[in-house]
């Protein structure tokens, strides 16, 4: 079955740096775009990132620009995330998410999410 | 991208049918027929319901339904059960190619 693992979430102070991993399992990993997406505590969902199956395209939300990088070892059958300069703001609960679906534009399967919190 | 517009909070009775929208314009939900749900619970990840505007994945209930008109998108959740007490958020393909979410809307089962 898919099932995809986030780790290295924690606590951070602000200003420092966090690499987020999500490791797949239970499908062809380099056949698919993933996702990265946040909850900040009790507040909505907020699509951060996609990587394409290649690695070849990477977009990110305009909030997270040029401090944000997504990447991904399809060798590894991982994808990851890392942040710089974090911020309060930043505390939230990251999940990484399969494309799916028959156009490939919807999440289909998510990891359980690492939470990661700001604080000095 | 501002996000999606959903109402914050909708409720009805065990048995009743409920409808959820999700309004944004012609650069997104008005666009294209790529409009997702996702089901909720406090403290689980999110759960495809809905793919591109009304397909359900497999394994998830007939009584939930998608549809789309003009700029608005629309889930229907039919006779409601205690178990669809939940967060439901819609997502939709942008003119950016990147997706965007709505506001949420929290489901309550009286």
């Known amino acids: 079955q898919v099932q995809l693992v986030e780790s290295g979430g924690g606590l951070v102070k602000p200003g420092g740096s966090l690499r987020l991993s999500c490791a797949a399992s239970?499908?062809?990993?380099?056949?698919?775009?993933m996702n990265w997406v946040r909850q900040a505590p009790g507040k909505g969902l907020e699509w951060l990132s996609y990587i394409s199956d290649s690695g070849g395209t990477i977009y990110y939300a305009d909030s997270v620009k040029g401090r944000f990088t997504t990447s991904r070892d399809n060798a590894k059958r991982s994808v990851y995330l890392h942040i710089h300069g974090l911020r309060a703001e930043d505390t939230a609960v990251y999940y990484c998410?399969?494309?799916?679906?028959?156009?490939?534009?919807?999440?289909?399967?998510w990891g359980q999410g690492a939470l990661v919190t700001v604080s000095s | 991208q501002s996000a999606l517009t959903q109402p914050a909070s909708v409720s009805g009775s065990r048995g009743q049918s409920i409808t959820i929208s999700c309004t944004g314009s012609s650069s997104d939900v008005g666009g294209y027929d790529y409009v997702s749900w996702y089901q909720q619970h406090p403290g689980k990840a999110p759960k495809l319901i809905i793919s591109?505007?009304?397909n359900r994945p497999s394994g998830v209930s007939n009584r939930f339904s998608g549809s789309k008109s003009g700029n608005t998108a629309s889930l229907t959740i039919a006779g409601l059960q205690a178990a669809d007490e939940a967060d439901y958020y819609c997502s939709s393909f942008t003119d950016n190619t990147t997706p965007v979410f709505g506001t949420g809307t929290t489901v309550t089962v009286l």
């Open positions: 998410a399969r494309g799916g679906g028959n156009s490939g534009t919807s999440f289909d399967y």
């Open positions: 591109d505007v009304r």
């Open positions: 239970g499908f062809i990993f380099s056949d698919y775009y």
